[in-house]
């Protein structure tokens, strides 16, 4: 969906963890975030190839932004809440999908965010799903253009409530989120794998979940009852782990997000899973339940994980709902 040119107010998001030395240093000390108006927050630690380009470019946009390294991970919802009480029209989460869900919670939680700001993306990760929906372009000097160039469409924007380390948690995620076996394998996925491998990583790590005993979830959906599943995934678009197309039905904007059930998922069956996959027909086989709904609830007698965006966040009980045409993201 078209829409108005974004200002040069804009903040760049970039998964951080520790402070960053660069030229522009000095320039974020000199000018003030609003007058100069794109934040760049980077993560000085990220050593895959895209966060090594992005950091060569850097001095090269010096005379555009200021830079804000963060120190912790969920700085990025800090910061660019701040950014929305400073008058930031546009928040660029530069990085994966974990960085953009970190961006657009902060955007979400600040008071009117949704309204006043955009979400654009830069995409620095391993396997960035949202972007490859978007049909965003992988180079950055291109991916920055469409920033630039400010083309809006609004999307849905999931939210999930859930048990967290400190209580009953609620955020959103933007592109997918799982429970059970997916949520397993990315707790089980060592960060320096991921790095050099990938979608690969997941796998590796999908395939360690798959020789763990795994606790039967309960999927409540109005007036249907799902018993023993063993795997849910949510998708507020069409792909899952990179462009797998779980979610044949998704649109981003149609006010409801698409939801497939595995009651068993058996190692055995995988080869049958992929052929059902890339034909269109997951939902035909035996144990496969898809439906899309604007509402459900997922409960387990025991400790469940749960990820949003690829991230592990917590476990169940939890509860998803939607909030239609919500989140207003900058695209091709």
Known sequence: MAGTAVPLNAVIAIAPRHAVKTKLDSHER??????????????????????????????????????????????????????????????????????????????????????????????????????????????????????????ERRVDLPWMEFAGATGTERRAFVILAGAGLDARAVELVKWGIKKRLGTLAYMVAGWRALNEARTPMTVTCGNTTIESAELVLFGNGRYYGGRLPFFVKARMDDGQFDVCVFTRFQRWRLPSYLWALFRGRLAELKGVHYFQTDSLTLTSGERVPLELDGDAVGHLPAKVSIQPQALRLVVP
Request: proline letters at 5%; a positive charge; charged letters at 20%.
């Open 30 to 151: 000199k000018t003030d975030n609003s007058a100069v108006g794109i934040c760049v927050i980077f993560n000085p630690t990220a050593r895959g190839d895209k966060a090594r380009r992005f950091r060569r470019q850097l001095d090269a946009i010096a005379s555009e932004c200021a830079l804000k390294p963060t120190i912790a991970p969920g700085d990025a919802t800090r910061l660019a809440a701040a950014a929305v009480a400073e008058g930031f029209t546009t928040i660029v989460a530069a990085g994966g999908d974990g960085t953009v869900n970190e961006v657009a919670n902060g955007i979400a939680n600040a008071p009117d965010g949704l309204q006043k700001t955009r979400l654009g993306i830069l995409p620095l990760g391993s396997v960035n799903v949202l972007a490859k929906e978007l049909d965003l372009p992988t180079n950055l000097a291109r991916a920055w253009e469409v920033i630039q160039r400010g083309r």
